[in-house]
Nanobody, 116 residues
């Protein structure tokens, strides 16, 4: 089983930047992704990266502003959030090991709040 621990969330103002980290243990050479969930809304996809780190994909609302990356030597995946907007406010989750369209493992998440 893969264990994931997110960190780096916090309260920032509109236009500021933030970097989230997801430390993984176990079988870590797998695809990983970031999701977010705002109050009253369903969880939505944000970004993902393959096991090698040479392919990434982003949801339209964050494309061009967020960057997903990974350091396999450190077993860590990152999400760099730039030019944050209030609508980016959500609980952000790290996920690992996508299989048949579903991620098998999830972290507990970290809160990102963007004030106007």
């Amino acid at each position: 089983q893969v264990q994931l621990v997110e960190s780096g969330g916090g309260l920032v103002q509109t236009g500021e930047n933030l970097t989230l980290s997801c430390a993984a243990s176990g079988r870590t050479l797998v695809a990983m992704g970031w999701f977010r969930q705002a109050p009253g809304k369903e969880r939505e996809f944000v970004a993902e990266i393959n096991s090698n780190g040479d392919m990434t994909y982003y949801a339209d609302p964050v494309r061009g502003r967020f960057t997903i990356s990974r350091d396999n030597a450190k077993n860590t995946v990152y999400l760099q959030l730039s030019t944050l907007k209030p609508e980016d406010t959500a609980f952000y989750y790290c996920a690992a090991d996508r299989y048949s369209g579903e991620y098998r493992y999830w972290g507990q998440g970290t809160q990102v709040t963007v004030s106007s």
